[in-house]
């Protein structure tokens, strides 16, 4: 499946998750304990990969890696948005110098 493809569909499924059932769906649970909660594993796995990128196992910090991307796209449901804006911010950003991007923040 391509990239595009994955990031679609599990973004799909994360969309349908809103309505089912927190006791069958671990991410309709997190929907169900509300954004602090869908906050609180972000920064957790946020703190994962800082961990996992300190160690030698580069297998253990891509799984880390996938784990924080998929709760901030939870994140983005709950909030929502979409994989799609993250990329459609990523694509403008595309070829300006990082010091560029930053400044143009505060304008």
Same mark, same amino acid.
């Given at each position: 499946?391509?990239?595009?493809?994955?990031?679609?569909?599990?973004?799909?499924?994360?969309?349908?998750? &809103?309505?089912?059932?927190?006791?069958? #769906?671990?991410?309709?649970?997190?929907? +169900? $304990? %509300?954004? !602090?909660? /869908? &906050?609180?594993?972000?920064?957790?796995? #946020?703190?994962?990969?800082?961990?996992? +990128? $300190? %160690?030698? !196992?580069? /297998?253990?910090?891509?799984?880390?890696?996938?784990?924080?991307?998929?709760?901030?796209?939870?994140?983005?449901?709950?909030?929502?948005?979409?994989?799609?804006?993250?990329?459609?911010?990523?694509?403008?950003?595309?070829?300006?110098?990082?010091?560029?991007?930053?400044?143009?923040?505060?304008?």
């Amino acid at each position: 499946m391509a990239q595009s493809d994955t990031l679609s569909a599990l973004q799909q499924v994360l969309r349908e998750r &809103l309505a089912a059932d927190p006791n069958n #769906s671990y991410v309709a649970s997190l929907y +169900a $304990k %509300g954004l !602090d909660q /869908i &906050l609180k594993k972000v920064g957790e796995e #946020s703190a994962e990969v800082i961990i996992a +990128a $300190k %160690g030698e !196992d580069e /297998i253990a910090l891509v799984k880390e890696v996938a784990d924080l991307w998929f709760h901030c796209m939870v994140l983005l449901v709950q909030k929502g948005l979409s994989s799609e804006d993250v990329l459609e911010e990523l694509n403008q950003r595309f070829g300006i110098s990082g010091h560029e991007e930053k400044a143009s923040r505060s304008k």
